[in-house]
């Protein structure tokens, strides 16, 4: 196949439901091959494949464990294999973890660590050089507002936010790195953001309201709202936008 043939590659992590699933769906038309991925629900990213080929796009389900240190390279891998590159990577793979210091062990803490960033790097460095020869090279690493808010009144996730400080200063790095490509690497640090029904819920029904009072636009965000600026981050109407952290948090905590 032609390079100008194939279809525009977009690998999507921890994509079987949340703000990964709005990501590929928004993603999701004619010309275009999406890599499903989750850890381990097969179910979910059947039903989000099945969501991005009913909109005209090629899709890709792979289960892997990013803690594994060959599985970030096996995706990209199996992304151009299927579909004859990779243009564009969206890491969103991570969950919370509120575990305090006296109570988090270390393995616990590796092994978010591993997920997060050591996922981001396996992946990066296996896509470098398809990134580099893409024609709307992209990276978008999915962060969170528990990075930049320490409070008395908030929870704390120290295994979470610190790994996924690492992700923002990774992707910062990878931005320097790829820009004389025209390759752009940004993260996005979502704020509280709906849980879909089925999902496991880190907060309970009075912490969300109570949090719901905070966010100056009084609703919580929806997947779909992260997903919106990934999809402008991902064209070529944001070519010119790089190394950035983007909030998408209603004002929370402005």
Not at 167 to 183: F, G, H, R
Not at 194 to 199: M, P, V
Request: glycine share 12%.
């Amino acid at each position: 196949m032609a390079e100008s043939e194939r279809l525009l590659a977009v690998l999507v992590t921890g994509s079987g439901s949340g703000i990964g699933a709005a990501i590929c769906r928004r993603l999701a038309r004619p010309g275009v091959g999406i890599l499903v991925h989750a850890l381990s629900n097969e179910a979910g990213c059947r039903r989000v494949a099945a969501e991005v080929e009913e909109a005209g796009g090629h899709a890709l389900v792979v289960l892997g464990d990013l803690s594994r240190p060959d599985t970030g390279a096996m995706l990209v891998e199996r992304a151009v294999a299927a579909f004859g590159g990779l243009d564009q990577l969206i890491a969103n793979a991570g969950f919370p973890d509120r575990a305090p210091f006296g109570k988090l062990a270390r393995e616990r803490l590796d092994y978010v660590f591993d997920v997060v960033t050591g996922g981001f790097f396996e992946m990066t460095t296996a896509a470098l050089p398809y990134l580099r020869k893409a024609t709307c090279g992209r990276v978008v690493a999915i962060s969170t507002h528990n990075v930049h808010v320490y409070r008395t009144d908030y929870p704390w996730y120290p295994a979470s936010a610190t790994a996924k400080a690492g992700l923002e200063a990774m992707s910062k790095t990878l931005a320097m790195q790829l820009a004389p490509s025209n390759v752009t690497v940004n993260v996005i640090a979502p704020g509280l953001i709906e849980k879909e029904a089925g999902t496991e819920q880190f907060l309970s029904p009075e912490e969300w309201q109570g949090f719901r009072e905070k966010v100056p636009l009084g609703r919580i965000g929806t997947p779909d709202d992260v997903a919106g600026v990934v999809q402008f981050l991902c064209s070529r109407a944001a070519d010119y936008i790089t190394g950035q952290v983007i909030h998408v948090n209603g004002g929370l905590f402005m």
